[in-house]
């Protein structure tokens, strides 16, 4: 086993580069590089089978996307959102005016908990924005129930959820809007990238509208829409990538069950359970250093990367501990228990298609206390 080699906790996973000159060839032969070219149709059509659903708008990037969903919406005042994130999740509320109210999070999914979110809903309040975080759906059923009896909208963040469904079909069907990410890092990557899902044609002609700076015509601009186009390159290298995606899935799956393999018997290391979904997407793998390991969460990440294993504790910090939202109410730590113990826990080992098994093992290894 090569204990001098680094081990990433992901890697992107690409094709063979002499498989992508194909498109590129077809990309200078009819010289259209963006603004819905014949390769950014053909993967809209072709994520919609995939995932199945009805409406997908591609865009540029998830955060703009979640800028966008918001404003596809008309959404103001407050929105309540999780601090259990990645800093885009909040980012695109302030970048839309709208104050986050942020609410704890279920201590077994780490999810937005639904329990919490009614005593947060205040005369301001106009929508929901959940994370479905580390692809593990949350308790959808719950949240719309609440959405509903306050008129309400939900936008589902979500950016780790590709391909992931429950006893109902895709995940990505709840909400009135969700926002996609295809970032090099993702299950299913464009180099950078990501979509809307759409309920209906009309609301993704909008989404369309905003994404191209609120064009109609070529005359006619209807709003004050941003670019968040995705480009003819993103969109070939996607119709590539969507080929090898399930193989790459399925590569996932086996390091996460050789991960829990290994580490079941670990005093104080707790593998995070699924939510009970029907198809998951295995895009992170989350542990939590708990009381009983011989070392916190931030002594093991050292001894990690002292051994070249480079973890990554995601999320932390939490979103509400950065300064332009920590001044919030919401952010309080008192508000925020179950959250602030998770981010001083957690621990994403390394998961990716090209991870070999003597890499696991050696992962695992260093946790289990055989270096």
């Known amino acids: 086993m090569n204990n001098t080699k680094p081990i990433y906790v992901t890697q992107p996973h690409l094709p063979p580069l002499e498989e992508f000159y194909p498109y590129l060839e077809k990309i200078w032969e009819n010289k259209i590089l963006t603004n819905g070219g014949p390769f950014h149709q053909q993967l809209e059509r072709a994520l919609c089978e995939y995932l199945g659903v009805e409406h997908l708008a591609l865009f540029s990037n998830g955060t703009i996307a979640l800028v966008t969903a918001l404003q596809a919406l008309?959404?103001?005042?407050?929105?309540?959102t999780t601090p259990y994130s990645f800093v885009a999740t909040a980012h695109s509320l302030l970048w839309n005016g709208i104050k986050p109210v942020f609410v704890d999070v279920d201590p077994v999914t780490l999810n937005l908990d639904p329990a919490k979110i009614e005593a947060a809903i205040t005369p301001q309040t106009t929508a929901i924005?959940?994370?479905?975080?580390y692809g593990n759906p949350c308790d959808v059923e719950a949240i719309q129930k609440i959405a509903d009896n306050y008129n309400l909208r939900v936008i589902y963040d979500a950016a780790h959820a590709f391909g992931v469904q429950t006893q109902n079909g895709s995940v990505l069907k709840y909400g009135d809007l969700s926002v996609l990410s295809f970032h090099a890092t993702k299950v299913f990557n464009t180099f950078e990238g990501g979509a809307i899902i759409c309920p209906d044609a009309k609301t993704k002609l909008r989404i369309d509208q905003l994404k191209n700076f609120g064009f109609v015509d070529e005359l006619t601009v209807v709003a004050p829409g941003?670019?968040?186009k995705m480009s003819e390159i993103n969109a070939a290298f996607g119709m590539l990538q969507l080929q090898g995606v399930d193989q790459a899935i399925a590569r996932r799956q086996e390091i996460d069950t050789m991960y829990r393999r290994l580490l079941k018997d670990v005093k104080g290391i707790h593998c995070l359970d699924d939510a009970g979904q029907e198809?998951?997407?295995?895009?992170?793998?989350?542990?939590?250093?708990?009381?009983g390991y011989p070392l916190d969460r931030d002594a093991l990440f050292e001894k990690l990367k002292d051994h070249?294993?480079?973890?990554?504790?995601y999320f932390y910090p939490?979103?509400?501990?950065?300064?332009?939202y920590r001044g919030l109410p919401s952010a309080n730590s008192a508000n925020l228990p179950i959250a602030n113990r998770a981010a001083k826990q957690v621990l994403c080992?390394?998961?990716?298609p090209n991870l070999g098994d003597d890499d696991v093992e050696r992962v695992a290894n260093l946790i289990i206390g055989d270096d």
């Open 318 to 324: 939490l979103i509400s501990d950065f300064p332009m």
């Open 226 to 228: 941003i670019n968040g």
């Open 308 to 313: 070249l294993v480079f973890a990554r504790r």
């Open 349 to 352: 080992l390394p998961i990716y």
């Open 129 to 133: 924005m959940p994370v479905h975080c």
């Open 74 to 80: 008309r959404v103001t005042g407050e929105v309540i």
């Open 279 to 291: 198809v998951s997407n295995y895009s992170y793998f989350p542990i939590l250093v708990k009381d």
